[in-house]
């Protein structure tokens, strides 16, 4: 409204009370009223009217003070950082100027739509017990209506955990976590080939106490032969120098396959032999000796190796180092990707194709007697026998998405059970929420494309997914 159209208003409602004046003037003189009697009636008049008016001001404003009890707003309770949401209903047609108070300060939002329905929304910042007040408007005149809605957060799970650093100067200090990117350069023809990452984060259950990372890996590409190795290990919790035991593991298998692929036509035509005529029994039995000197002859070293370190220093047993070892060989050929393996141990080691709906687990994950337990590199009883042989795995594919090596503390809770290693529906759940990430708790995905360095950082913090019971140290090995 601008100044003239103000200015005609004020004038039309001088009118009116000078013609309203005028009336009751009339009216007084009608009834007989003395000058006197006239002032004490004005005043008893106007005071009676308006203290009923107030009152039935004040009942208007209690009556939609109830209504909007009536509706039971509640506010569950919800937990810190953790995405919070819940809706009700207000009588915006008789309400104005709504706000809810102490909101904004928990990191919540209220959204009122025109409907009347009300959202409540945002990730809590803090624990504890809070009431928030519902604040509005109803008959002009009357003061703001207010109530109060009661609401807890309960502290994040992630929140409560400590994250202590590993003592440096423990034996075999090992850093809590590490990473590993390889890039392998386009062939001649320019088109790319399969690079490498790892991650290595030590679970939150050691973090807690500042006990060391137990897990490691290795990754290795020669140049020269164009062979790929990898290999994971998971030093057992209960071992104290397991972080060495594991360490020991991928590093003597690797340092054993880098010298036994450098240069080793024999074990390349072998194989080409064998592709040639599948069905020959010697052909197969040729390439079996060339795997077993190449993997079984890795993984024996690494467990003598073990054994070495344990005897050269007093009151220590293999056991003292025990670790599970996966590790496996791969190239593509003009025939096909060729991949050979060794497992011992729990965790998982799966050949994924997302193209042809496949995935191969590479073995059997081990379990022990008990609950939780599993078979370890450094157990004697593991090559004194011929079940040793079970361990290996070979295998030939046109192509694959990805392989992947990983300890239990990422197959538990990504899979859950035994089964579900088997199960291509899983695998491709799991490929999805790693390249996706967990947004609703805050975690990336992993961006698997050709010359993206940046994936093996991204890995590692894909490793700080929470699983509620699955703290262990987490380690991951892919070739994509």
Same mark, same amino acid.
């Given at each position: 409204?601008?100044?003239?159209?103000? #200015?005609?208003?004020?004038?039309?409602?001088?009118? @009116?009370? #000078?013609?309203?004046?005028?009336?009751?003037?009339?009216?007084?003189?009608?009834?007989?009223?003395?000058?006197?009697?006239?002032?004490?009636?004005?005043?008893?008049?106007?005071?009676?009217?308006?203290?009923?008016?107030?009152?039935?001001?004040?009942?208007?404003?209690?009556?939609?003070?109830?209504?909007?009890?009536?509706?039971?707003?509640?506010?569950?309770?919800?937990?810190?950082?953790?995405?919070? !949401?819940?809706?009700?209903?207000?009588?915006?047609?008789?309400?104005?100027?709504?706000?809810?108070?102490?909101?904004?300060?928990?990191?919540?939002?209220?959204?009122?739509?025109?409907?009347?329905?009300?959202?409540?929304?945002?990730?809590?910042?803090?624990?504890?017990?809070?009431?928030?007040?519902?604040?509005?408007?109803?008959?002009?005149?009357?003061?703001?209506?207010?109530?109060?809605?009661?609401?807890?957060?309960?502290?994040?799970?992630?929140?409560?955990?400590?994250?202590?650093?590993? &003592?440096?100067?423990?034996?075999?200090?090992?850093?809590?976590?590490?990473?590993?990117?390889?890039?392998?350069?386009?062939?001649?023809?320019?088109?790319?080939?399969?690079?490498?990452?790892?991650?290595?984060?030590?679970?939150?259950?050691?973090?807690?106490?500042?006990?060391?990372?137990?897990?490691?890996?290795?990754?290795? #590409?020669?140049? &020269?032969?164009?062979?790929?190795?990898?290999?994971?290990?998971?030093?057992?919790?209960?071992?104290?120098?397991?972080?060495?035991?594991?360490?020991?593991?991928?590093?003597?298998?690797?340092? #054993?396959?880098?010298?036994?692929?450098?240069?080793?036509?024999?074990?390349? $035509?072998?194989?080409?032999?064998?592709?040639?005529?599948? =069905?020959?029994?010697?052909?197969?039995?040729?390439?079996?000796?060339? /795997?077993? &000197?190449?993997?079984?002859?890795?993984?024996?070293?690494?467990?003598?190796?073990? $054994?070495? /370190?344990?005897?050269?220093?007093?009151?220590?047993?293999? !056991?003292?180092?025990?670790?599970?070892?996966?590790?496996?060989?791969?190239?593509? +050929?003009?025939?096909?990707?060729?991949?050979?393996?060794?497992?011992?141990?729990?965790?998982?080691?799966?050949?994924?194709?997302?193209?042809? @709906?496949?995935?191969?687990?590479?073995?059997?994950?081990?379990?022990?007697?008990?609950?939780?337990?599993?078979?370890?590199?450094?157990?004697?009883?593991?090559?004194?026998?011929? =079940?040793?042989?079970?361990?290996?795995?070979?295998?030939?594919?046109?192509?694959?998405?990805?392989? +992947?090596?990983?300890?239990?503390?990422?197959?538990?809770?990504? +899979?859950?059970?035994?089964?579900?290693?088997?199960?291509?529906?899983?695998?491709?759940?799991?490929?999805?929420?790693?390249?996706?990430?967990?947004?609703?708790?805050? /975690?990336?995905?992993?961006?698997?494309?050709?010359? $993206?360095?940046?994936?093996? =950082?991204?890995?590692?913090?894909?490793? =700080? +997914?929470?699983?509620?019971?699955?703290?262990?140290?987490?380690?991951?090995? /892919?070739?994509?």
């Amino acid at each position: 409204m601008n100044r003239e159209q103000r #200015h005609i208003a004020r004038r039309n409602a001088a009118s @009116k009370l #000078h013609d309203a004046a005028e009336i009751l003037e009339n009216a007084m003189q009608s009834a007989g009223m003395a000058r006197g009697e006239k002032e004490r009636f004005l005043d008893w008049a106007v005071g009676t009217l308006w203290s009923q008016f107030k009152e039935e001001r004040m009942n208007q404003r209690i009556v939609i003070e109830n209504e909007v009890r009536q509706r039971g707003i509640r506010f569950p309770n919800g937990t810190v950082k953790k995405e919070y !949401k819940v809706s009700f209903d207000l009588p915006v047609d008789k309400i104005s100027d709504i706000t809810l108070d102490g909101a904004e300060e928990l990191g919540l939002t209220l959204k009122v739509e025109s409907d009347g329905r009300c959202t409540l929304s945002g990730h809590p910042l803090k624990s504890g017990d809070y009431t928030l007040t519902l604040r509005y408007a109803t008959v002009e005149g009357e003061p703001c209506s207010q109530l109060a809605i009661p609401v807890a957060f309960n502290p994040n799970p992630r929140d409560l955990w400590k994250n202590i650093p590993t &003592d440096e100067n423990i034996p075999y200090y090992k850093p809590d976590s590490a990473t590993e990117y390889i890039k392998v350069e386009a062939g001649a023809e320019g088109k790319p080939r399969k690079d490498m990452i790892a991650a290595s984060q030590r679970g939150r259950s050691h973090a807690q106490e500042g006990k060391a990372r137990d897990d490691h890996f290795s990754l290795y #590409h020669c140049d &020269d032969s164009d062979w790929y190795i990898m290999a994971v290990a998971d030093g057992a919790g209960s071992a104290r120098y397991s972080r060495k035991g594991s360490e020991v593991a991928c590093n003597t298998v690797t340092e #054993h396959c880098k010298a036994m692929l450098l240069d080793n036509k024999e074990f390349e $035509n072998t194989l080409r032999d064998y592709v040639e005529d599948r =069905d020959n029994q010697e052909k197969r039995a040729a390439l079996t000796r060339n /795997i077993h &000197d190449i993997l079984l002859k890795g993984a024996k070293k690494a467990h003598d190796k073990i $054994n070495e /370190i344990a005897a050269a220093q007093e009151g220590l047993q293999p !056991k003292d180092f025990a670790t599970t070892l996966m590790f496996a060989i791969c190239k593509k +050929f003009e025939f096909g990707w060729f991949i050979a393996s060794f497992w011992v141990g729990d965790g998982a080691m799966c050949l994924y194709d997302e193209t042809t @709906k496949t995935a191969k687990l590479l073995g059997v994950p081990d379990e022990g007697e008990f609950s939780g337990q599993t078979r370890f590199l450094t157990m004697p009883a593991i090559f004194r026998t011929s =079940d040793v042989y079970n361990r290996l795995r070979m295998t030939i594919v046109p192509d694959f998405t990805a392989l +992947f090596l990983m300890s239990d503390g990422v197959s538990d809770p990504m +899979f859950e059970t035994d089964k579900n290693l088997n199960s291509y529906a899983k695998w491709e759940e799991f490929y999805h929420n790693l390249r996706a990430g967990f947004p609703a708790d805050e /975690i990336g995905g992993v961006d698997l494309t050709d010359d $993206n360095e940046a994936a093996k =950082d991204q890995l590692l913090g894909w490793l =700080d +997914f929470w699983s509620p019971g699955n703290h262990d140290d987490r380690t991951i090995a /892919i070739l994509y």
